[in-house]
């Protein structure tokens, strides 16, 4: 790829204010394009987190410690007694999803109080049926990250440590976790932005990475294939009107991306063989999900 790839975006953060830290670019076949703003410091990946603990339960799955159509109250019975009426039903793919009809909305910026965040968010009423509704709220990627934990024995971040981070060296990265003890999930991971660009690739690389098979491709290929509709969410911009699969949002073109608060973004163009991520603290986000595509990916042959 040409030096000069990345001039017109640059200039494009200077001079609208998209508050970007870094951008790497990867396309198959050549070497990457980087530029820094600022120090490549580890920063909060906030949503971007929630791709992560959909690969770990289908990295969980290809080791026969759950299926993703596990219904949760099988992983945890003691919690029947006090689950809303419906909950039963809800399944981990669901929960995924964003789909799970529960009426629970909680996002990892807010205290907990509960002395248990779980038990809360099964005690929720429901207000649709599950698989019906799309509401977004990490809710459900953290109770996927409770479920993985009783499954496996290993918190996500303990579960993902030899299984992904060692594999992609991303060496021993913070988590914050909630009052038990638990990762978040949902959000607070912390990553350079490099490092999340080898996730990015491993993805696009359907979770191969240098010949060693990480994430099973058939659930990279799940991710996106059965996504729930988000037309409730029209009034927010069409980026949000692809769908959510599990973890990620589906973009135009075909395309899908991780999407994390103040503009953390990973975008994967499986039909270019790229991927483009960009860590920031953007007040911008629109504007420069619109930069990257306009003045990145659709500059690629």
């Given at each position: ?82 689950a809303a009426d419906g909950f039963e039903a809800v399944t981990l793919r669901q ?207």
């Amino acid at each position: 790829m040409d030096d000069d790839l990345l001039d017109g975006f640059i200039t494009a953060n200077d001079e609208r204010g998209l508050g970007v830290y870094g951008v790497h670019v990867h396309r198959e076949g050549g070497d990457p394009v980087q530029r820094r703003v600022r120090s490549d410091d580890r920063v909060n990946l906030y949503s971007v987190s929630k791709t992560f603990t959909s690969v770990a339960l289908g990295i969980a799955e290809a080791e026969g410690r759950l299926s993703v159509d596990d219904r949760l109250l099988d992983h945890f019975p003691e919690l029947r007694a006090v689950a809303a009426d419906g909950f039963e039903a809800v399944t981990l793919r669901q929960l995924a999803s964003m789909s799970s009809g529960t009426s629970h909305e909680w996002f990892a910026d807010m205290r907990v109080d509960a002395p248990d965040l779980l038990r809360e968010i099964v005690a929720a009423p429901m207000s649709a049926e599950p698989g019906t509704r799309f509401a977004y709220t990490d809710s459900g990627p953290y109770a996927i990250g409770r479920v993985i934990a009783r499954a496996t024995g290993a918190d996500v971040r303990a579960f993902l440590t030899p299984r992904l981070f060692a594999p992609l060296d991303l060496h021993n990265p913070a988590w914050h976790t909630c009052p038990l003890g638990f990762p978040f999930a949902a959000s607070d991971l912390f990553l350079r932005t490099a490092e999340l660009a080898r996730f990015a690739r491993l993805l696009l690389q359907d979770g191969e990475w240098d010949g060693k098979r990480i994430v099973p491709a058939d659930y990279v290929r799940r991710m996106v294939a059965d996504p729930a509709g988000t037309g409730a969410l029209e009034g927010e911009g069409e980026r949000f009107t692809h769908g959510y699969g599990l973890g990620v949002w589906l973009d135009r073109d075909g395309m899908f991306r991780m999407d994390g608060r103040y503009g953390q973004y990973a975008v994967i163009c499986p039909r270019r063989r790229a991927a483009v991520t960009v860590t920031a603290h953007s007040e911008r986000e629109v504007d420069l999900l619109e930069a990257i595509h306009g003045l990145i990916l659709d500059r690629l042959p």
